[in-house]
């Protein structure tokens, strides 16, 4: 997928979509795992990229897609070993973002101890969001999340709750994955994940980025 740099209006290449589990403490509650002491990190394909006002499409081999709604941080200077200091520097944009998941195919995989790559990788699985430059976001750590389905506030939370903040998540994710323009980093879901059906309308809302609507097809 090409994106648009908000700032410049030139086209960005998607690289790759990292994205974080279990970086809130009531999210990890909720899921029965214990609070990580570092990083979890999975990838998402960038096929599995739509943009608002498109559909997710419900696979046949689940019985149970659940939403998670995140905030997605847009890379626009890359860097490998980049100092936590620094790493907001790194930074193009931030957009809402969903990160879909087949949650029967997650828990086999996970009594497996197997990857994750097929519960979250499906095409449309990663919805995103108007891009919004980083110079309009003062403190990342402090945006409001919401999601509805059907007018229905389903997840709501703050990223002042996130277990690794945006700039340690980047820090840390460039001592493993040298880090490209056009990265995307989904940081986390907070509490209040579940089910989607057919006809399920999605929208995942905030105080400082665009809205995210999306339909479950």
Same mark, same amino acid.
Not at 202 to 217: F, P, R
């Given at each position: 997928?090409?994106?648009?740099?908000?700032?410049?209006?030139?086209?960005?290449? +998607?690289?790759?979509?990292?994205?974080?589990?279990?970086?809130?403490?009531?999210?990890?509650?909720?899921?029965?795992?214990? +609070?990580?002491?570092?990083?979890?990190?999975?990838?998402?394909?960038?096929?599995?990229?739509?943009?608002?006002?498109?559909?997710?499409?419900?696979?046949?081999?689940?019985?149970?897609?659940?939403?998670?709604?995140?905030?997605?941080?847009?890379?626009?200077?890359?860097?490998?070993?980049?100092?936590?200091?620094?790493?907001?520097?790194?930074?193009?944009?931030?957009?809402?973002?969903?990160?879909?998941?087949?949650?029967?195919?997650?828990?086999?995989?996970?009594?497996?101890?197997?990857?994750?790559?097929?519960?979250?990788?499906?095409?449309?699985?990663?919805?995103?969001?108007?891009?919004?430059?980083?110079?309009?976001?003062?403190?990342?750590?402090?945006?409001?999340?919401?999601?509805?389905?059907?007018?229905?506030?389903?997840?709501?939370?703050?990223?002042?709750?996130?277990?690794?903040?945006?700039?340690?998540?980047?820090?840390?994710?460039?001592?493993?994955?040298?880090?490209?323009?056009?990265?995307?980093?989904?940081?986390?879901?907070?509490?209040?994940?579940?089910?989607?059906?057919?006809?399920?309308?999605?929208?995942?809302?905030?105080?400082?980025?665009?809205?995210?609507?999306?339909?479950?097809?």
């Amino acid at each position: 997928m090409i994106l648009t740099d908000p700032d410049s209006g030139t086209p960005v290449k +998607v690289g790759k979509i990292l994205c974080i589990g279990r970086n809130y403490a009531l999210h990890a509650a909720e899921m029965n795992d214990a +609070v990580p002491t570092h990083p979890v990190i999975f990838l998402k394909p960038p096929t599995s990229l739509i943009k608002t006002g498109d559909c997710v499409i419900l696979p046949q081999m689940s019985t149970d897609v659940h939403h998670e709604v995140e905030l997605v941080v847009m890379i626009g200077q890359g860097g490998k070993n980049i100092p936590l200091e620094q790493s907001l520097n790194h930074v193009a944009a931030y957009a809402l973002g969903l990160d879909m998941t087949a949650r029967d195919i997650q828990s086999d995989a996970k009594a497996k101890g197997n990857p994750w790559s097929v519960a979250k990788g499906f095409d449309t699985f990663a919805p995103l969001g108007p891009l919004v430059p980083s110079s309009q976001i003062t403190d990342p750590q402090t945006i409001m999340l919401s999601l509805t389905v059907n007018d229905q506030v389903k997840q709501q939370g703050s990223t002042s709750d996130m277990i690794f903040s945006v700039p340690y998540l980047i820090s840390y994710c460039s001592k493993i994955f040298t880090l490209e323009k056009g990265d995307l980093l989904y940081t986390g879901t907070p509490e209040g994940v579940g089910p989607v059906t057919q006809g399920d309308q999605l929208k995942a809302t905030s105080d400082q980025l665009a809205t995210l609507e999306v339909t479950v097809n």
